[in-house]
Every structure is written in structure tokens, then in C-alpha cells.
T-cell receptor, first 118, second 110 residues
Framework: GAVVSQHPSRVICKSGTSVKIECRSL??????MFWYRQFPKQSLMLMAT?????????EQGVEKDKFLINHASLTLSTLTVTSAHPEDSSFYIC??????????????FGPGTRLTVL | DAKTTQPPSMDCAEGRAANLPCNHS???????VYWYRQIHSQGPQYIIH???NNETNEMASLIITEDRKSSTLILPHATLRDTAVYYC???????????FGKGTTLSVSS
């Protein structure tokens, strides 16, 4: 299957700083990428949908000015958590769709990024 | 939006079959049933999906009832490495993203 990578896998930062997380589709071109957030013992929550070359669509309750998403190429999307605070500490997971598949809906998930804000 | 209902947890002995149920009574005719699992601190892993017919692959089997209101994921010979949270997802009509519910935590013990 297709591979999606994330970098970094783990990051610790101070409150008030910004953190950038990269999501790459390694062996396919992804026109659409998704960002999820997962708090301990909870399920994945969709944050936003990112289409290459256009603005991301954010889910209700997700601050677009705080979680900046850039999808500048077909293999890379970035999520920047601006002015991070301890409540932003979470497991961030990206996912990418591979167009052209018969089922046309398969999403491939990255391994996740553990963000800890001190 | 079609929603799913799964038991919060299940136990299974190693080597035995694990049967994970899922109710999706509001599923519409063109919506697929997907199963993913998430091992602790990893990204979700695709297992299997189906529309009407039963499906089998190298990981599992998916049994969908004739009325499509429920399904069962079967891991034929569970191992300790199958311990994970299993998510049954019905693709929300006209949305591209997979929306996750609470899933079932499967614990496989020796």
C-alpha cells in the first residue's frame, strides 16, 4: 500500500512557540490530505481537509488562524500550530487520499506526531 | 450521516477467532463499511471494506448482513499483536474524510 510519513514523530516545545508538522505521501500524489487530532483515550477527530493548491477546509470549532495548513504540492502538507499552549498537546495524524483507485476513497494514514507543549 | 455503534471493549484468547460487531442501521445504499485499527500510539491501519458482499483478505473477513444494517469483522486466529482499537466506519455521504467513532478496544491475551 501507499506510504505516508510524518515529521517529526515527537516534538516538545515551550508555550507560545510555533510548531510545524510535515506530512508526505512517499510513493503517490495526494490531491487531498486530512489532519486529525487525538487526545489520550479518545478517538481521532478530524481537524481539516486540505486540497492541493487551495485553502484548507476546517471543521467546526477548529481555529484556522491557530492551525495553519499548507498543501503546496501533491506530496506535502504542513500543519503549523501557532502560539502553542499546553492544551494543544496531542497526537496529530495526517492522512492522504490516493486518487484513481477503484474504490476512490482509500485514505492512507501517517504514523502520527506527538506534540507536548510545556 | 450514517453512524456506527460498537461495543467499547472485547477480550479474546490468543489463537481464537475474534468477532467484532458493528451496527450501522442508517446506512444508505451506496455507502461502504470500512474497518480500521489503531495500535497504541500509531496511525490507523486499513483492514478491509465492503458494500454488500462478504469480503476476505489476508488480515480479516467482513460479514455484512443482508439488510446491511450490521456487520462483523472476523480475525480468524487472533494474536497478541492484534490488540488494538478497531473502528467500524461508514463513509459519510459526500464527504471525503473518514469520520471515526469510539471504536472497540480488543484485548488479546495468552
Amino acid at each position: 500500500g501507499a506510504v505516508v510519513s510524518q515529521h517529526p514523530s515527537r516534538v516538545i516545545c515551550k508555550s507560545g512557540t510555533s510548531v510545524k508538522i510535515e506530512c508526505r505521501s512517499l510513493d503517490f500524489q495526494a490531491t487531498t490530505m486530512f489532519w486529525y487530532r487525538q487526545f489520550p483515550k479518545q478517538s481521532l477527530m478530524l481537524m481539516a481537509t486540505s486540497n492541493e493548491g487551495s485553502k484548507a477546509t476546517y471543521e467546526q470549532g477548529v481555529e484556522k488562524d491557530k492551525f495553519l495548513i499548507n498543501h503546496a504540492s501533491l506530496t506535502l502538507s504542513t500543519l503549523t500550530v501557532t502560539s502553542a499552549h499546553p492544551e494543544d498537546s496531542s497526537f496529530y495524524i495526517c492522512s492522504a487520499r490516493q486518487p484513481g483507485l477503484a474504490r476512490d476513497n482509500e485514505q492512507f494514514f501517517g504514523p502520527g506526531t506527538r506534540l507536548t507543549v510545556l | 450521516d450514517a453512524k456506527t455503534t460498537q461495543p467499547p471493549s472485547m477480550d479474546c484468547a490468543e489463537g481464537r477467532a475474534a468477532n467484532l460487531p458493528c451496527n450501522h442501521s442508517t446506512i444508505s445504499g451506496n455507502e461502504y463499511v470500512y474497518w480500521y485499527r489503531q495500535i497504541h500510539s500509531q496511525g490507523p491501519q486499513y483492514i478491509i471494506h465492503g458494500l454488500k458482499n462478504n469480503e476476505t483478505n489476508e488480515m480479516a473477513s467482513l460479514i455484512i448482513t443482508e439488510d446491511r444494517k450490521s456487520s462483523t469483522l472476523i480475525l480468524p486466529h487472533a494474536t497478541l499483536r492484534d490488540t488494538a482499537v478497531y473502528y467500524c466506519i461508514v463513509r459519510v455521504n459526500n464527504r471525503a474524510a473518514l469520520i471515526f467513532g469510539k471504536g472497540t478496544t480488543l484485548s488479546v491475551s495468552s
